[in-house]
């Protein structure tokens, strides 16, 4: 019987490695997921939805066999995912595979997996010990609680008042914050609320995209939309166009300002000065007759003539009074 069962899970090892590598050799991009607290059935329900578009196929199992496997049969085919290995300074653990993880493979976007993989999360209550990973609050109004119970949120330092023989909390409270451990006597008063303020499910980590070199990045940069990152290059672009203008070091971005300024101080000699280039002489001839550029600057419409313009007298012109009184008294 011993040497079935070793047989049987060797057979399991063995397809394992091969449907491991076969999702290695397939897909481009790799979604690192935290799965605690994940029920069977909410995993079946992911596995479900991520048959359908945008397509992914998720798997579980020991991270030491994953890493084995890209030690072994990844080594030359994908150098790039040797970076799944990478430790930690402060531990020898290791950083991207280690505790309860699981691999998500696509071709896809890896933004749709993710929204996808996030809309199967299941609220659940708040269990002592937890940590919580949202801010929790207790919202203001009446409850279902008797008189009773006043002593408990006196307790916690919940401004309470009997309203209509039941409790009813005066203003909002911030009972647990983000990245604080539950304690129990909050699970106590979410309990009685009937508050569920977590929600548990697959959470996305890490994005690994199979380029030439292999890239890795948390899954927050997915939520970065076009318009943010063209925002964030061109500031950057300016910060680089400022610092090259001040330390007079020509850069690419800063070569049209360079111009620009250039052509302005030639200019002003040129005005100052008899000394004239083809560019400057149209400045010189606006200063010296700007009657003549005021009259071909005039609005289409006025285009009659001189004949029509001497023939219609001038109205005379209507004294408006804007309200600011006379200019001299």
């Known amino acids: 019987m011993a040497e079935i069962a070793e047989r049987d899970y060797s057979d399991r090892k063995k397809a394992y490695v091969e449907r491991l590598v076969n999702l290695f050799q397939t897909y481009k991009t790799i979604l690192l997921v935290e799965a605690n607290f994940v029920g069977s059935n909410q995993m079946q329900q992911v596995r479900v ?32 995912l040797a970076k799944l290995l990478a430790k930690k300074l402060e531990s020898k653990s290791y950083r991207y595979l280690y505790g309860n993880i699981g691999l998500v493979f696509t071709n896809d976007d890896p933004k749709a997996v993710r929204a996808k993989i996030l809309e199967n999360k299941v609220p659940a209550p708040a269990k002592v010990g937890n940590i919580a990973k949202v801010d929790v609050f207790v919202p203001a109004g009446p409850t279902s609680l008797d008189p009773g119970q006043t002593s408990f949120f006196q ?58 070199e292999g890239t890795i990045y948390e899954a927050d940069i997915l939520d970065l939309s076009e318009e943010d990152l063209l925002k964030k290059f061109f500031g950057g672009v300016s910060t680089l ?37 083809k560019q400057a002489d149209k400045f010189k001839e606006m200063l010296a007759n700007p009657g003549a550029f005021a009259a071909a600057a005039a609005p289409a419409g ?3 003539g001189p004949a029509a313009s001497a023939a219609a007298p001038e109205p005379e012109a209507e004294e408006e009074d804007y309200g600011f009184g006379d200019m001299f008294g």
């Open 302 to 304: 006025n285009n009659a």
């Open 49 to 80: 939805s991520l048959r359908q578009s945008p397509k992914a196929e998720i798997l579980m199992g020991k991270n030491t066999m994953v890493r084995q496997v890209i030690r072994k049969h990844m080594k030359d085919e994908k150098p790039g």
């Open 155 to 212: 307790a916690l330092n919940i401004p309470t008042k009997i309203n209509r023989g039941a409790i009813e909390i005066l203003s909002e409270v911030h009972l647990i914050k983000k990245g604080d451990k539950v304690g129990s006597s909050e699970v106590s008063l979410l309990s009685k609320l009937n508050i569920k303020p977590f929600s548990y499910g697959l959470n996305v980590l890490t994005v690994y995209e199979d380029d030439n």
């Open 241 to 277: 166009t400022a610092i090259s203008l001040a330390l007079g070091y020509p850069t690419l971005p800063a070569v049209p300002h360079i111009l620009a300024n250039a052509f302005k101080k030639i200019l002003a000699i040129s005005l100052a000065t008899e000394y004239s280039f």
